[in-house]
């Protein structure tokens, strides 16, 4: 079984990028702190690449910045192409099938305005989950070309 789910910061800006009619991606890196300190007394951080499609790409891009905690669950996939320089370059990332967002919301506390991490769900937002036959589609189109 390949399920696996991280909660992290998003390292980059979230750009979706159209790759034709009705399909559309979000390649990024989830940075998660694993609480344990390396030799210097710096905490370790691992930074998970995932790709995002369609409707889970439009959330991100919608309501993510650079920075912001999600929680994103899915699978692990590994691929390969050759790049211009004609080496084969080797990718291993998590291809998303649900999203939860962590957006502050304030509230006042004794007069005071508090911010509260409260998860939001693609439901919540509005969301269908991605198409999955139209994604791996298009990633066995891209596959067999690079071949």
Not at 26 to 54: C, K, M, S
Not at 81 to 98: A, L
Not at 115 to 134: D, I, L, R, S, Y
């Amino acid at each position: 079984m390949n399920n696996v789910s991280f909660v992290g910061r998003l390292v980059g800006h979230v750009e979706v990028k159209e790759l034709e009619a009705d399909l559309r991606v979000v390649n990024n890196t989830i940075a998660i702190n694993r609480y344990q300190l390396d030799r210097n007394g710096e905490e370790i951080t691992d930074f998970i690449p995932f790709v995002a499609w369609n409707r889970h790409a439009d959330l991100l891009k919608r309501f993510c910045q650079k920075g912001d905690q999600v929680a994103i669950s899915g699978r692990m996939q590994s691929r390969s192409y050759t790049n211009k320089d004609e080496q084969k370059v080797y990718i291993v990332e998590c291809v998303v099938s649900d999203v939860t967002l962590f957006k502050p919301r304030k509230t006042k506390a004794k007069g005071k305005a508090k911010v509260e991490k409260t998860p939001v769900t693609m439901a919540q937002a509005g969301f269908e989950p991605a198409e999955q036959a139209v994604v791996e589609s298009y990633v066995q189109t891209v596959k067999e070309a690079n071949e």
